[in-house]
């Protein structure tokens, strides 16, 4: 998680692999520079930029790949019609795409501002918009769960972490979060049958990460509350 994409591949793949990534940008810039295409250097160099501040969300990278293999595949293509339709297409369904993310951050921007000025209803319902517009945003469900934690509502803040974790696996917040608040509902009188689930989240988010404060001190209370010792 370097939030700069240079550093991310030394992190990641050493010397090699950062070596074989700078080629790539090489290529890349050979490509462009045979074929010169404002339009499309400025989708790139907007990529590039990007990817030196924050990570590269897959559609990005699934862009930034139709761009150069359009200019790579050069008089190979089989159709002259091909590329255009193709291009129109892709840019169709990334704008619908983007159009959908715009739509979920402007209903979770909502839900902050209804939420700092006391309309719970509102806030609810723009919370629950927001994550069906964009069920993989991992924030969108943290500040959903903690909204829901403070309203007393602990079997929701913890669905909500259950979401996270079908759709993000590989990330701890999730794993966190329901076994966070299923812990909570727990001492707060909810069922006794799901604190074994509360463990093995907890133990999941501290496999993915070993580091978290509060991850080993609610597997130490989890722990506690089963009348064992971690």
């Known amino acids: 998680h370097a939030h700069n994409d240079v550093f991310e591949a030394l992190a990641t793949t050493g010397l090699l692999g950062l070596a074989a990534y700078l080629w790539l940008h090489w290529g890349a810039l050979a490509l462009l520079r045979a074929r010169p295409h404002p339009a499309s250097a400025g989708i790139l160099a907007a990529l590039f930029v990007q990817a030196k501040v924050n990570p590269l969300p897959l559609g990005c990278c699934v862009l930034a790949a139709a761009v150069l293999g359009s200019f790579a595949s ?20 990334v704008l619908a795409g983007a159009l959908l993310l715009a739509s979920a951050d402007a209903e979770f921007a909502r839900a902050r501002r209804a939420e700092a000025r006391g ?46 974790a079908v ?8 794993w966190a979060m329901l076994g966070t608040y299923l812990l909570a509902w727990r001492q707060a009188g909810g069922p006794q049958d799901r604190l074994a689930e509360a463990r093995a989240a907890l133990e999941t988010a501290h496999r993915l990460d070993p580091y978290a404060p509060a991850v080993n001190e609610n597997l130490d209370l989890a722990a506690r509350l089963a009348g064992d010792a971690r």
Do not use: K, V
């Not at 759709?167 to 999730?174: Q, S, T, V, Y």
């Open 74 to 93: 050069g008089e190979r293509r089989a159709a002259a019609w091909a590329p255009p339709a193709a291009g129109a297409a892709l840019s169709a369904a």
């Open 119 to 164: 309309a719970a209803g509102e806030a609810r319902a723009a919370f629950a918009a927001a994550t069906a517009a964009n069920p993989w945003e991992l924030f969108y469900r943290l500040e959903f769960a903690r909204f829901l934690y403070s309203g007393g509502r602990l079997d929701e803040a913890a669905a909500q972490g259950a979401a996270a």
């Open 167 to 174: 759709r993000r696996p590989a990330e701890a917040d999730g």
